[in-house]
């Protein structure tokens, strides 16, 4: 997690570093801080705060310095509370360090290099700060490589050395950090959306190697002293002119946009009423030879893949497994060549997701990923990738990242189907046809989202929660329970509905809320069976349900039909509706909606 950003170069740093560091806030937005060279001074100055970059703003306005080189940073945090002295930058010595990542040796080199007398925060950074003065002997290369050699863990390290005022340094392990030679200077931040409004080309500073950048020039080195060319890309990403567009929050913007970008999404991969996926370069010996297929990803892009389990076991009848990208690794997976491993990721940064797939690589696993944000890390590790065109995704709380995950994921199915013999060339128009029927029934949902705003005050004042459904409908709510606790902090658990008598039936009393999602009819008897059980014992329940299988139920419950589909595609218009569930709760209890206590948009460590 944790932003960071550096500029050097003839103009003011300042007001480039906030604005910079504006659009880096999800990455982090506990404290922030920016660090300055004072013209004609050669000190650097720092300003740092607890709280976002329109507090340092302030800060910074209250004691103005004129600098044209700095770095800042805004922090998610790991190591060390939410206190100004954790937030970075920080300063050892010579030395000034922003950092993102997690220094897992920290304790041990405080020990070994006895430490504990030059730290003043608490966090795993400053120790980094405090051994790279200790090393630096007026060669600040010489320095990064040596400290960074004894470092475990990961790391976007970006320094400026007293001694150097102008120049600044940078070094990384996983952690991304690009960079870029603009108009105005030289850039680099952890992610290109800092970079989007000065430049569509740069270049990912490879792992292990030191970039050096002054005012004209940027050089790169690996560990051993011998220059590396950068590979130039193009930034082919919208990532600036965004604004809420008269929405009080990015997240009901956002839900709002889900049909045109699902429509988007599926439009140039529908060919002939046909899946096709020719322009992703994705062929179909790929879809053809893999004999079992595993999905890696973290929290909404690891519900996209139970959703997606569930259509490939009732379509192809093939092994599939959905794994957390955290637990991937140490659970001693099966891979080999035969499996296709599929990472699903909004950001293309999680760090979980991205280790995962590596590992996944390396064991000689083909490599798809379906991703959101163009040229991110795990694009550049992927054999094959599958963009999706939900656009930027502002609000922490994912929404149309899932709605055109899942788009991708859908036609990949219908595709892999048709080549296997599991769908007729006709059950398979009619399945794409089904398809591109979905984004009318979004707009169908939030048509209607008064009705769910009136629903929302059923659940307002709760503090737990159930949600319970059974089969595809379960995954839907894990996905709907996820939304609703983040944004809204009201402990709510998604329980398979079958499972309660098992155990948590026990918490229910009388008024506890209760959502129920009923829309696969071969199981809607048995939902209903378990909705009937916890009604007899007193919940409050509100029930979601495909308005088809409706009709004798409207007078029992809070009831919210919703637009008929297939069952298979009900997923898209009841996570519609679930999403606006849980943006009425939040933004009527009158939390920030879109930045939720605790959280980060890009969770960039393990
Ligand atoms: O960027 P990613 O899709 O890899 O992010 C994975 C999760 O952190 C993310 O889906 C998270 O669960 C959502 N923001 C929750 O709404």
Request: glycine share 12%.
């Given at each position: 997690m944790c932003g960071i950003v550096g500029y050097t170069g003839a103009k003011s740093a300042i007001e480039l570093l906030l604005d910079s560091l504006e659009m880096l806030e999800h990455r982090g937005y506990d404290s922030v801080g920016i660090g300055c060279v004072e013209d004609n001074k050669g000190m650097v100055g720092i300003q740092k705060c607890v709280g976002r970059v329109h507090d340092l703003r302030k800060e910074c306005e209250k004691q103005p310095m004129h600098s044209t080189c700095g770095i800042g940073h805004t922090r998610w945090a790991t190591h060390g509370g939410v206190y100004t002295k954790n937030a970075h930058p920080h300063q050892c010595g010579k030395v000034t360090l922003v950092h993102n990542g997690i220094v897992e040796n920290y304790r041990e080199l405080t020990e070994d290099y006895e430490l504990q007398g030059k730290l003043?925060?608490?966090?795993?950074?400053e120790v980094v700060a405090a051994l790279l003065d200790r090393y630096y002997q007026g060669d600040a290369e010489e320095a990064i490589k040596r400290v960074v050699q004894k470092l475990k863990g990961t790391f976007a390290l970006v320094m400026m050395f007293?001694?150097?005022?102008?120049t600044i340094y940078a070094i990384r392990n996983v952690s991304p950090i690009v960079a870029a030679e603009c108009e105005r200077g030289m850039m680099l931040a952890s992610d290109l959306t800092a970079l989007g409004n000065f430049t569509k080309k740069y270049f990912v500073v490879p792992e292990y190697c030191v970039l050096k950048m002054t005012k004209d020039k940027m050089v790169i080195t690996n560990l051993d002293g011998e220059g590396v060319e950068p590979q130039m890309q193009v930034l082919d990403w919208k990532v600036s002119g965004l604004g809420k567009e008269g929405y009080p929050f990015y997240m009901e913007k956002e839900i709002m946009e889900q049909p045109n970008v699902f429509a988007e999404t599926i439009k140039r991969r529908i060919f002939k009423g046909m899946p096709d996926f020719s322009a992703d370069g994705l062929s179909d010996d790929v879809l053809m030879s893999c004999k079992r297929i595993c999905i890696v990803a973290c929290g909404t892009a690891m519900h996209v893949g139970l959703i997606t389990q569930a259509l490939v076991k009732s379509i192809l009848h093939m092994h599939i497994d959905v794994e957390l990208a955290s637990e991937f690794m140490y659970s001693d997976p099966v891979l080999d060549k035969d499996t296709l491993v599929i990472a699903v990721s909004q950001s293309g940064e999680t760090v979980d997701t991205l280790e995962a797939f590596k590992y996944a690589k390396k064991c000689g696993a083909t490599c798809l990923s379906v991703l959101?944000?163009?040229?991110s890390s795990i694009s550049r590790v992927s054999d094959y990738v599958l963009y999706t065109e939900a656009g930027p995704e502002i609000a922490v709380a994912s929404t149309k990242a899932y709605t055109t995950q899942l788009a991708v994921m859908y036609l990949m199915v219908a595709k892999m189907a048709f080549l296997r013999g599991a769908l007729s060339e006709e059950e398979t128009k009619a399945y794409i046809q089904e398809l591109q029927n979905v984004p009318s029934k979004m707009e169908e949902i939030l048509d209607r989202k008064k009705e769910i705003h009136v629903i929302a005050k059923e659940v307002l004042e709760s503090k737990d929660l159930f949600m319970i459904g059974r089969g595809m409908d379960y995954s839907i709510l894990l996905e709907g329970s996820l939304k609703l606790k983040e944004v809204s902090y009201i402990h709510s658990e998604a329980y398979?509905?079958?499972?309660?008598?098992?155990?948590?039936?026990?918490?229910?009393?009388?008024?506890t809320p209760v959502v129920a999602l009923v829309t696969q009819g071969r199981i809607m008897s048995k939902e209903l069976s378990n909705i009937k059980e916890v009604k007899a014992r007193g919940a409050n329940v509100v029930l979601f349900i495909k308005e088809k299988l409706a009709t004798q139920l409207k007078e029992d419950y809070n009831v919210v039909t919703l637009p008929d589909l297939e069952d298979k595609f009900m997923v898209f218009p009841a996570i519609v509706a679930l999403q606006l569930l849980a943006y009425y709760v939040s933004s009527d209890k009158g939390f920030d909606v879109d930045k939720p206590r605790n959280l980060a948009k890009v969770v960039t460590v393990e």
């Open positions: 003043r925060s608490e966090t795993d950074t007293e001694e150097e005022p102008g959101n944000v163009r040229g398979a509905s079958g499972e309660l008598k098992h155990g948590p039936i026990a918490l229910i009393t009388e008024h």
